[in-house]
T-cell receptor, first 117, second 113 residues
Framework: GDSVTQMEGPVTLSEEAFLTINCTYTATGYPSLFWYVQYPGEGLQLLLKATKADDKGSNKGFEATYRKETTSFHLEKGSVQVSDSAVYFCALSDPGGGGGATNKLIFGTGTLLAVQP | ETGVTQSPTHLIKTRGQQVTLRCSSQSGHNTVSWYQQALGQGPQFIFQYYREEENGRGNFPPRFSGLQFPNYSSELNVNALELDDSALYLC????????????FGSGTQLSVL
């Protein structure tokens, strides 16, 4: 079945460092790919998305490119801030994956990012 | 535009009891999905409701059931609670037929003792 694998954390960086969080996926169809962020005590918020191969999603300085050839959707940011400290989830939505539900998301296990001043 | 609200925020139950969690959808949204997030894990899809009917279900036993009401609010019911049911339960609303974007609530933290 469909699945998402992302790098384990925690990832600890100093402020202004470069961030990469790796994400790879397995899907039967042509999924849309997402990054969600979860701040402490809050629900998930959509950070960015890409719906087809070679699309680049971007938001708040974060970017990720949908790479079909490597089945990857790595999250990057050029200069992290303390306020970026959160758990980041990679996810896919596969309309061809069956089950009947629309917008059903399959999540990775999450990566905790801790940014130190 | 109001967001997705869930109640209660925290709940403690004992094994074998039953629990009902509630969710109010974002205004204008017609679809509600429920997810279970165990500690240190990503959310897992439980089921989805559209037009008051179940519209897809994940790998959860029948003791997990739900309802969607005409105002698009929703309930998640869990019978015969087990220790492994301890988790954060997230509700997400969306607009089927419009876009894929899910709006998540802050969740209900359920502890089963």
């Amino acid at each position: 079945g469909d699945s998402v694998t992302q790098m384990e954390g925690p990832v600890t960086l100093s402020e202004e460092a470069f961030l990469t969080i790796n994400c790879t996926y397995t899907a039967t169809g042509y999924p849309s790919l997402f990054w969600y962020v979860q701040y402490p005590g809050e629900g998930l918020q959509l950070l960015l998305k890409a719906t087809k191969a070679d699309d680049k999603g971007s938001n708040k300085g974060f970017e990720a490119t949908y790479r079909k050839e490597t089945t990857s959707f790595h999250l990057e940011k050029g200069s992290v801030q303390v306020s970026d400290s959160a758990v980041y989830f990679c996810a896919l939505s596969d309309p061809g994956g069956g089950g009947g539900a629309t917008n059903k998301l399959i999540f990775g296990t999450g990566t905790l990012l801790a940014v130190q001043p | 535009e109001t967001g997705v609200t869930q109640s209660p925020t925290h709940l403690i139950k004992t094994r074998g009891q039953q629990v009902t969690l509630r969710c109010s959808s974002q205004s204008g949204h017609n679809t509600v999905s429920w997810y279970q997030q165990a500690l240190g894990q990503g959310p897992q899809f439980i089921f989805q409701y559209y037009r008051e009917e179940e519209n897809g279900r994940g790998n959860f036993p029948p003791r997990f059931s739900g309802l969607q009401f005409p105002n698009y609010s929703s309930e998640l019911n869990v019978n015969a609670l087990e220790l492994d049911d301890s988790a954060l339960y997230l509700c997400a609303s969306s607009r089927t037929g419009v876009d894929e974007k899910l709006f998540f609530g802050s969740g209900t933290q359920l502890s089963v003792l």
